[in-house]
């Protein structure tokens, strides 16, 4: 299941979910959260969907359809939040995978501070994994090393955290698991240059399609991550912005 925002460039949000999802041999159940006005530049606008409807399609979907994991993207207010929690809560066996969107690459903003306070005190306490780069770590914790802001974070009752690297410099991009009970596990990944449209949602969304055909949670990382590498390196160019990953490569599964 994914509930996520909708980019009509159809680089980033719930397009990019159901591409990678499909990819990876799953079948996507998309919620959308917010309506955009973007491009492969920025986001200009964003307006939440109604958060009473989004309940009732979780309703409708669960009663219907058996779900394997969830993953989010933009959730558009705290109203939604409060309905993903209240739904969540009744499954808690299903993985709950956050890619806690809070800014587009180009500076627009997709949370407010109570959106924000929300996905901090009541929905991440809930997942298994967040999934923040490193800016959206620093504007949750206002510290700006990952390792003290994920451990804020898991301090304030969050699960494990999956920072990412790719908004860094340097010839490898760098992915950190911070958990609880354990060390941190580092991936390196050679970096291709550049910044792409939607690699966070093809990321989380890639992660929430591997434990959904249930592999492990490293597992599914290293899934991913390969999986967004060799989408990168076959980047479209769409628009006048960032290139857009090519999601629809065939994957061996």
């Not at 006005?37 to 409807?53: C, F, G, H, K």
């Not at 989004?54 to 705290?78: M, S």
């Not at 997942?127 to 898991?154: C, F, H, R, S, Y």
């Amino acid at each position: 299941m994914i509930l996520s925002g909708l980019d009509p460039s159809g680089g980033a949000g719930v397009q990019a979910d159901i591409q990678s999802v499909t990819s990876l041999g799953c079948h996507p159940l998309p919620v959308l959260t917010c309506l955009t006005v973007q491009d492969t530049r920025n986001v200009y606008v964003a307006e939440p969907i109604d958060a009473d409807l989004i309940r009732r399609q979780l309703e409708c979907l669960a009663g219907d359809t058996p779900i394997h994991a969830i993953k989010t993207g933009a959730l558009g207010n705290a109203d939604v939040v409060d309905v993903l929690v209240e739904f969540v809560r009744k499954r808690p066996h299903i993985p709950l995978i956050v890619d806690p969107v809070i800014k587009a690459a180009g500076g627009g903003d997709l949370a407010d501070s109570d959106l924000i306070n929300a996905m901090l005190t009541r929905l991440f306490p809930l997942a298994e994994m967040i999934t923040p780069n490193g800016v959206e770590l620093e504007l949750l914790t206002g510290e700006p090393d990952p390792q003290k802001a994920a451990a804020k974070l898991q301090l304030a009752g969050c699960g494990d955290v999956l920072a990412t690297g790719g908004h860094g410099t340097g010839e490898t991009i760098i992915n950190v698991l911070y958990r609880r009970d354990a060390e941190p596990q580092r991936w390196h990944i050679e970096r291709i240059g550049g910044e792409y449209h939607g690699t966070g949602c093809t990321l989380a969304s890639s992660i929430a399609a591997g434990r959904a055909c249930g592999l492990s949670q490293r597992a599914a990382i290293a899934q991913a991550q390969n999986y967004v590498h060799r989408a990168i390196l076959q980047a479209l160019k769409v628009g006048e912005g960032q290139p857009v990953p090519d999601r629809g490569i065939l994957w061996e599964h």
